[in-house]
């Protein structure tokens, strides 16, 4: 498929992890910027962390090394390792996708997922 699909979302207890998976047919997936997007009830869409064309990474300032974004080629899929998570993290995540090379920081992003909700209680 053309459009990104996430899993892996669901409820855990603050402190706890999860990690979730993006999975796309389209053949420019494993080559061009792939990023995680978040947003939460009554709270604008923001950049969470990103993989560039030559794999290097970027991730927001609020995730403090508690977070690792990945690839694994031969399965055409994006994984988000979440781990120490806390109340603050909860959300719709998406994973989003670029058709050709350009800035990875951005929400112009090509193809977007449908999300998978994030829930960390207290």
């Known amino acids: 498929q053309v459009q990104p699909v996430e899993s892996g979302g669901g409820l855990v207890q603050a402190g706890g992890s999860l990690r979730l998976s993006c999975a796309a047919s389209?053949?420019?997936?494993?080559?061009?910027?792939v990023a995680w997007f978040r947003q939460a009830p009554g709270k604008e869409r923001e950049f969470v962390a990103a993989?560039?064309?030559?794999?290097?990474?970027y991730y927001a300032h609020f995730v403090r090394g508690r977070f690792t974004i990945s690839r694994d080629k031969a399965k055409n899929t994006v994984y988000l390792q979440m781990n120490s998570l806390n109340p603050e993290d909860t959300a719709v995540y998406y994973c989003?996708?670029?058709?050709?090379?350009?800035?990875?920081?951005?929400?112009?992003?090509?193809?977007w997922g449908q999300g998978t909700q994030v829930t960390v209680s207290s």
């Open positions: 989003a996708s670029k058709r050709s090379p350009g800035p990875v920081q951005t929400d112009q992003y090509d193809d």
């Open positions: 389209e053949r420019t997936f494993n080559w061009y910027p």
């Open positions: 993989l560039s064309v030559s794999d290097t990474t």
